[in-house]
């Protein structure tokens, strides 16, 4: 899907800029493998890695365009599902295409419309548009924050990336982490506040912001956000709807060049996605419909039901790809494996993540890679719909916090003592909390558990969101994986976003309107099947692997980690308690295990990056 980084200096000389530019786009090479390219001038520098998705000919970036005595330059990673309507107006308007691709579309959308192009697009995208003519750069991300971009202002210099490592890889910047930055990965982690870089000086561009930078300085805008007003639909015309967006969305999102897949785990949203590619597959001749499934060795062995995994998703893989004639192929992950790739999972996300749910996701796309390009994925679903325990369990509802982050006592409980006064976990994670909701649009005179419903909404689409569409991006693209998620589509977010919860809980079911949709598509077991997250491992070798593996770093007092945890308290944790939690510590799925698996990803994170701590 690309990497696209770049460089702004009002007191360098950038036109010998390219060895540094060619370092920070190096390190995006896993999300461009294809091709790279490079621009520059006397104040910008830009740069791209390119993963040919489409128009292989006539993709090439930078892409520039001259219109007289003006020049526009653009990196762009993404992908836009209107291309061809918004190239038939801009023909229609004047301009001539010499390519297919929708980043040519982009850049004569921005160059007729400016700023206001974004309103136009329906796609997921990070781009950079430098105009040579009045020496300024444009930024701006995608609604849903689908694509990354990250950026940083230092004096005179203004440096921007796919990743964090493409901005740490340019020589004016240190990685440092000062007490926010310790709260953000210690009190959120592995959430973060949006908007927050983690690292000292870099910020994160919001979903659905733009950013101009010239000589005048730098200015944010948000150009989207989710505005909360009455639904104008009843039951059925809901459904209708619903159901509408939904095949439209996935429809759209299987143009493509090169092969494409999908993700199947056997549950509603990921059979939905399947469902109506296999149906568009066969309408268009386009040959069998490839699906990618996930499991871990001896699972069959271990699985035992609980309340968030309530059955295996084996023997409903089975009878999703029997019924639809799909050809699937099944990606086994052993145990060691799924340790060792804590490593590269940090090294992909370029911070501590989700653990194995990142490490196993990061094997899982590095196997889909070598027989696909383009994955289509059922994240956010859950987000978007309502699918989560967290929607309608009186505890969550009445949690004056984040709903999937309850138990702080053990992250208390774990920081160095010296740490605890200053960082103040509790606060600052009660502090960005209230910052959330206070950005929230309401909807005078809402129903209070409408409206705390609502609020919840607003949480995980802002933050729990976030989280998964971080982790989904990272370790697809550190395999140059491109894949897309359907259910964040902005016009599917902002007509579910009003919808009442009693039609989105119809039926008594969570996501009940989604499976009203959709249940058309295919047999009613595994529509009405219950939900059931992402698999993880439950061989417990991989606790023993875990606990091993943390021992020695707390027996070694050499770790970076020491200066951040209670050593004493953790290692009492381990061999008290080994590495059961009562409750989940994050998500749904992030337990005991997970627990030691992201303190040891931190000490991977503070190794590798060789971050200097700030008091």
């Known amino acids: 899907m690309c990497g696209i980084t770049g460089w702004i200096d009002w007191e360098q000389d950038l036109t010998q800029s390219k060895p540094i530019l060619e370092k920070m786009a190096d390190k995006l090479a896993a999300r461009g493998p294809d091709a790279s390219g490079y621009w520059t001038s006397v104040r910008a520098g830009i740069g791209h890695r390119r993963l040919i998705v489409v128009d292989p000919a006539g993709g090439v970036q930078p892409m520039i365009r001259r219109f007289g ?93 796919s990743e964090i490592k493409a901005i740490l890889a340019h020589p004016q910047v240190e990685p440092e982490l000062d007490r926010e930055g310790i709260a953000e990965v210690l009190g959120l982690g592995p959430a973060r506040t949006p908007g927050n870089g983690v690292f000292l000086g870099i910020k994160e561009l919001r979903p659905g912001f733009r950013l101009i930078f010239n000589r005048e300085g730098l200015k944010l805008e948000r150009y989207w956000s989710l505005e909360s007003k009455p639904h104008p639909d009843d039951f059925e015309t809901t459904v209708a709807r619903v159901r509408e967006l939904v095949e439209d969305t996935i429809e759209r999102q299987l143009v493509s060049d090169v092969p494409v897949c999908t993700f199947l785990s056997g549950g509603l949203d990921s059979s939905t996605i399947t469902g109506i590619a296999r149906k568009a597959y066969v309408r268009d001749d386009k040959g069998p419909l490839q699906t990618f499934s996930i499991d871990y060795v001896d699972n069959d062995k271990y699985f035992t039901p609980n309340d968030f995994q309530p059955n295996a998703d084996a023997p409903w893989i089975k009878k999703v790809n029997d019924f639809l004639g799909t050809q699937s192929q099944l990606v086994l992950i052993d145990t060691p494996q799924l340790g060792a790739a804590l490593h590269e999972a940090v090294l992909a996300r370029d911070l501590p993540g989700m653990a194995d749910v990142d490490s196993s996701l990061y094997l899982f796309c590095r196997e889909i890679k070598k027989k696909a390009t383009v994955g289509l994925s059922g994240e956010c679903a859950d987000e978007v719909f309502g699918g989560y325990p967290w929607f309608y369990r009186q505890e969550t509802l009445d949690a004056a916090t984040f709903p999937w982050s309850l138990n702080m006592e053990i992250r208390n409980r774990m920081l160095a003592p010296e740490w605890k006064p200053k960082l103040a976990l509790s606060d600052y994670v009660n502090d960005r909390y209230r910052e959330a909701l206070a950005e929230m649009s309401r909807l005078p005179g809402e129903d209070p558990l409408e409206e705390r419903r609502r609020e919840i909404f607003y949480l995980n689409h802002h933050w729990f969101m976030a989280v998964l569409l971080d982790r989904k991006d990272r370790m697809s693209m550190a395999s140059g994986l491109e894949v897309r998620v359907p259910f964040c589509d902005h016009r599917l977010v902002e007509y579910v976003w009003n919808i009442p919860w009693r039609y989105k809980y119809c039926d008594n079911r969570e996501k009940g309107i989604l499976r009203r949709a959709v249940r058309h598509l295919l047999p009613e077991d595994i529509i009405y099947r219950r939900k059931s997250p992402y698999p993880k491992t439950h061989n417990p070798g991989y606790s023993q692997f875990l606990q091993e593996k943390m021992l020695a770093i707390l027996n070694n007092q050499n770790e970076p980690l020491h200066q951040l945890i209670d050593a004493p308290v953790v290692k009492d944790f381990i061999l008290k308690e080994g590495t059961v939690l009562n409750r989940p510590w994050f998500g749904q799925l992030m337990n005991g295990p997970q627990l030691l698996a992201y303190l040891i990803q931190l000490n991977i994170w503070l190794t590798e990056y060789r971050i200097r701590i700030l008091g």
């Open 69 to 161: 005595d003006r020049t526009y330059v653009l990196t762009y990673n993404g992908e836009l599902y209107n291309t061809e309507e918004i190239r038939s107006d801009l023909k229609s308007l004047g301009y001539h295409f010499e390519s297919y691709s929708d980043t040519e579309a982009l850049l004569l959308a921005y160059i007729e419309w400016g700023p206001a192009c974004l309103e136009r697009f329906n796609g997921i995208f990070a781009f950079g548009v430098w105009t040579e003519h009045d020496q300024s750069l444009f930024l701006a991300r995608d609604r849903m924050g689908v694509k990354p971009l990250f950026y940083t202002k230092r004096g005179n210099t203004f440096l921007f990336g």
